[in-house]
């Protein structure tokens, strides 16, 4: 993957702060002085940087400022199991390095809630998006509450700030070596209106949403994140891979897939860039409409009522079922 270019923007670190263990804050701004481009809570950036094999590569974090501010703050946990990009982060990105990240994305958007309580359930560093979701909530005057989930309390990244901040009492603390909440206990019929919002591991997720539905809460109330180390091994196969082939819908371009290779790999090959970040079906950045055609759904990112209606892929580890997927490319 090539880093930077016409759709990067050059970022210069202006402040580090560590804020639990082996986690430090980032405070990003524009290298040439320019304000940032805006974003929403719930909102990414896809920051350059290097992993164990000293390869550029690009890897999301969630932006956890203030949406008003004038710089951009991201967490980096230092994971010496992963892949080695946040590693390199937190070991190389110091005030005055300069780094290249995509313009903001956002899959977590926070839906239109009126007077609908929101419920927010963090797993570990998967408290960044949420943190500018609650600053959100609160300025609208929405009724909340976020529960926050570590293994350890010298974990918990933003602990003091949550403790001080505005929402302080609509903040409950769940450690694993301490007070801990079991995820069914978090719900009750009362939420069956609720929305739901958690970001975290997948099985700390899949938890948390199942104990959400057993209260009544819709899947079209759940909005998930997945927070995936870079240390994230491969999703698993469902079907032996076979080649097919994929058509771009503007052009009627045919691309076809070989057996060892991704459908981002193959667009590549055919002069078509597709946004991609972990590359794993995780983060859904490379997200892709799908028109017409079976794919076989290997990400991590949507739920599976999403799946279910076949409409969007994840191109980075996601094939097909069928001979052709029509892509809306």
């Known amino acids: 993957m090539t880093v930077g270019g016409s759709d990067t923007i050059s970022l210069k670190v202006v402040a580090r702060q560590e804020v639990a263990d082996g ?11 320019r304000g940032l481009p805006p974003w929403t809570p719930g909102a990414h950036i ?6 164990k094999d000293e390869r550029p590569v690009f890897r999301q974090y969630s932006l956890c400022g203030a949406v008003e501010a004038p710089t951009w703050r991201i967490a980096v946990l230092a994971d010496a199991a992963g892949r080695g990009g946040s590693l390199w982060l937190h070991h190389n990105a110091h005030p005055g390095t300069r780094l290249a990240s995509r313009h903001p994305g956002n899959h977590f958007a926070l839906k239109e809630a ?42 918990a990244a933003f602990l003091t700030e949550l403790k ?54 819709s899947p079209e109330r759940i909005s998930q ?5 870079d240390g994230a091994t491969a999703l698993p196969r469902k079907t032996a891979d076979q080649p097919f082939t994929v058509r771009l819908h503007s ?28 590359e794993q079906g995780y983060c859904g950045s490379c997200l892709t409409g799908l028109l017409d055609g079976i794919p076989d759904h290997r990400d991590q990112f949507m739920l599976d009522e999403e799946r279910a209606r076949n409409d969007a892929f994840t191109p980075c580890c996601s094939r097909a079922l069928s001979p052709c997927l029509v892509l809306d490319l």
């Open 23 to 33: 986690i430090a804050t980032l405070e990003l701004r524009r290298e040439d002085g």
């Open 164 to 217: 001080s901040a505005p929402f302080a009492n609509k903040v409950h603390l769940s450690v694993d070596e301490g007070v801990s909440i079991p995820p069914q206990d978090i719900f009750s019929s009362a939420d069956a209106g609720s929305w739901v919002y958690t970001c975290g591991p997948a099985g700390f997720m899949d938890a948390v949403t199942g104990a959400a539905r057993a209260c009544g809460v």
């Open 46 to 51: 896809d920051l350059a940087t290097v992993d």
């Open 251 to 278: 052009t009627g371009q045919e691309v076809a897939v070989r057996s060892d290779q991704s459908v981002v790999q193959a667009l590549a090959e055919a002069g078509v860039q597709v946004t991609v970040s972990c």
């Open 114 to 155: 009126g007077g609908t309580p929101v419920v927010l359930v963090a797993g570990g560093i998967g408290i960044t998006p949420l943190i500018p979701m609650a600053h959100a909530l609160q300025a609208r005057g929405v009724p909340f509450r976020l529960l926050y989930y570590v293994r350890r309390e010298s974990r």
């Open 225 to 229: 994140e997945l927070f995936a180390s």
